[in-house]
């Protein structure tokens, strides 16, 4: 098997040793859990925003898949918006546990890194030979993962479907307010 679709199939269950890791080393302050909890935030609502344009299709587990080229809303500005959220809630959740700083956070971003990395290739890939010269273009003027301000020009007239978006970000809203919580608890209670 592909490491790659080894690392798509399991992407919602590989972090979990570093986010254990985090937990039980946790020693946050006051600033460091309100900076975190904000950058965790932002990239929960960039995850929400995304959601909102390509539906729940992004919580597949199986094969690398899509029916459409999504071009709108957050995907005018980052080819991988959901992925971006991820990142920010990683990276902000390292800074409000404050756990081994700063090496927590510089591991969390190299196992990001070639986690995603692997995966952004694999659906590139699928994407590339799904939707051809239409992906090519969208590829070549928009960012993988830093957004840029001007949008995509060809991108479609797509509306938002929040209420959807909140029912499939369900289980992403659960685990933000619990690891939340067990933070808190691990440092007022446990401190």
Same mark, same amino acid.
């Given at each position: 098997?592909?490491?790659?679709? @080894?690392?798509?199939?399991?992407?919602?269950?590989? *972090?979990?040793? #570093? &986010?254990? =890791? /985090?937990?039980?080393? $946790?020693?946050?302050?006051?600033?460091?859990?309100?900076?975190?909890?904000?950058?965790?935030?932002?990239?929960?609502?960039?995850?929400?925003?995304?959601?909102?344009?390509?539906?729940?299709?992004?919580?597949?587990?199986?094969?690398?898949?899509?029916?459409?080229?999504?071009?709108?809303?957050?995907?005018?500005?980052?080819?991988?918006?959901?992925?971006?959220?991820?990142?920010?809630?990683?990276?902000? @959740?390292?800074?409000?546990?404050?756990?081994?700083? *700063?090496?927590? #956070? &510089?591991? =969390? /971003?190299?196992?990001? $890194?070639?986690?995603?990395?692997?995966?952004?290739?694999?659906?590139?890939?699928?994407?590339?030979?799904?939707?051809?010269?239409?992906?090519?273009?969208?590829?070549?003027?928009?960012?993988?993962?830093?957004?840029?301000?001007?949008?995509?020009?060809?991108?479609?007239?797509?509306?938002?479907?929040?209420?959807?978006?909140?029912?499939?970000?369900?289980?992403?809203?659960?685990?933000?307010?619990?690891?939340?919580?067990?933070?808190?608890?691990?440092?007022?209670?446990?401190?």
């Amino acid at each position: 098997m592909d490491i790659r679709q @080894f690392l798509f199939r399991h992407r919602s269950y590989t *972090p979990v040793p #570093l &986010l254990i =890791a /985090i937990l039980v080393l $946790a020693n946050p302050t006051w600033i460091s859990f309100a900076v975190g909890i904000a950058i965790a935030l932002t990239g929960e609502l960039l995850r929400l925003w995304g959601v909102s344009y390509a539906g729940s299709a992004t919580r597949t587990t199986g094969e690398v898949g899509g029916d459409e080229l999504i071009t709108s809303g957050p995907f005018a500005h980052v080819r991988n918006p959901l992925y971006l959220g991820n990142f920010l809630l990683t990276c902000g @959740f390292c800074i409000a546990a404050w756990a081994w700083m *700063p090496w927590m #956070l &510089l591991l =969390a /971003i190299g196992l990001f $890194a070639f986690q995603y990395g692997l995966i952004i290739s694999l659906e590139e890939d699928f994407l590339q030979e799904k939707f051809g010269e239409a992906y090519q273009k969208y590829y070549q003027q928009v960012p993988r993962l830093i957004p840029r301000c001007r949008s995509y020009p060809f991108h479609q007239n797509r509306k938002p479907d929040l209420k959807k978006a909140l029912r499939s970000e369900r289980s992403t809203f659960i685990s933000f307010g619990l690891v939340t919580l067990v933070i808190l608890l691990r440092w007022q209670v446990l401190g």
